[in-house]
C-alpha cells in the first residue's frame, strides 16, 4: 500500500487502536510495487502465527492473479477477517476541460478525439475501471498508467491528461478549490459524500456499470481460528467507533465476520476475471 492513501490511513488508525485494545505492539510496514503484489506475496508466505498482517485493496487481492502468474493464490493462501471498507472512485477532469458531464467525454472520444485517462498503476481498480468503460462504452480512451494516485491527480491539475480515475480520498479537495471538476462515480449507487454526482452508469446510460474499491484484513491461510476470531473482533469494535468513523464517509464503513469477507472476496475474484477476460486488458495497457 501506498504512503498516504485511504489504505495506509486505514492501517495506521487500525494499528493504532488495536494496539491499545490488545496490548501488543503493532508496526506498520509499507511494501509497494507490483501493484500491492510484493507485499501480498511477503503476507502470503509469512508464519500463520497471527503476527503478520496484509491490509489489502482490490489490486492484489482480486485483480493481478487474473493479469499475471502470481506467487500467491488470492483465496487459497490467505485467511479472511473483515472487510473494512467498500467505496467508489471519481472520474474527474481539469477544470478547463471542455467537458460538464462523463457523456460529454465519451461523445468526444467518439468523435475522433484523443482522450487520455489516467489510472493509478497497472492491474488496479482504476485500471480495471476504466477498461470497463472503454469496453461497455465501445470507447478508445487512452489508458495511462501512473504509481498512484497523487502523480493522477498531479497529471490532471497540471493539464498533462484529458480525465483521471483516483479515489474520491484523493480527488476531493481539488474538487472542493474548483481546480477539477467530478464527473462520476464508478459505484453501484451515489456516494453519501457526494450525493449529487452520478454513478457511471447513470451519467453514461451503462446499465451494470460497476467498479467498487475496498479495503480490509487477510492473514496467511493456516492461522488459527482463535486468533482470527480475536482480531476480528477487536477490528469490527473499532470500526463501529466515532475514531473511525470520522475517516471515512459512514456508508462506505463495512464491518463483517470473516466468512462474510471471504464470501465477498471469492465473489469479486469471478467477477473480475470475467471482466479482464471481456475486457482483454493486459498488465502493460
Known sequence: ?????????????????????????IVVENRTGAGGGIGAEFVAKS???????LMTGPG???ILPHLRKASFDPIKDFAAVSLVVSFPTVITVNKSFPAESLGD??????????????HSGNGGLAHLALALLNHMAKTDLVLVPYTGDAPVINALLGGQVDMGLTTLFAARPHV???????????????????????TVA?????????????I?????TGTPVDIIRKINEHLVAFLKTDEFKNLFP?????????AEFEAFLREVNERNARLIQATGIKDSN
Not at 446499465?207 to 474499491?213: D, E, F, K, L, R
Not at 459512514?250 to 470473516?258: E, L, M, R, Y
Open 202 to 214: 447513470e451519467a453514461a446510460n451503462l446499465p451494470g456499470y460497476q467498479g467498487i474499491n475496498f
Open 250 to 258: 459512514t456508508d462506505d464503513i463495512v464491518a463483517s465476520t470473516p
Open 216 to 220: 480490509g484484513l487477510l492473514l496467511p
Open 1 to 25: 500500500m501506498a504512503v498516504g492513501g485511504p489504505t495506509d490511513l486505514a492501517a495506521r488508525a487500525i494499528a493504532k487502536a488495536l494496539q491499545r485494545s490488545l496490548g501488543q505492539s
Open 47 to 53: 508464519a500463520p502465527d497471527g503476527y503478520t498482517w
Open 105 to 118: 467525454v465519451l461523445n468526444i472520444a467518439r468523435a475522433g478525439k484523443v482522450v487520455t485517462a489516467a
Open 60 to 62: 492484489p487481492s482480486t
Open 176 to 198: 472542493e478549490s474548483g481546480r477539477l471538476k467530478v464527473l462520476a462515480n464508478t459505484g453501484g449507487r451515489r456516494s453519501g459524500a457526494l450525493p449529487q454526482v452520478p
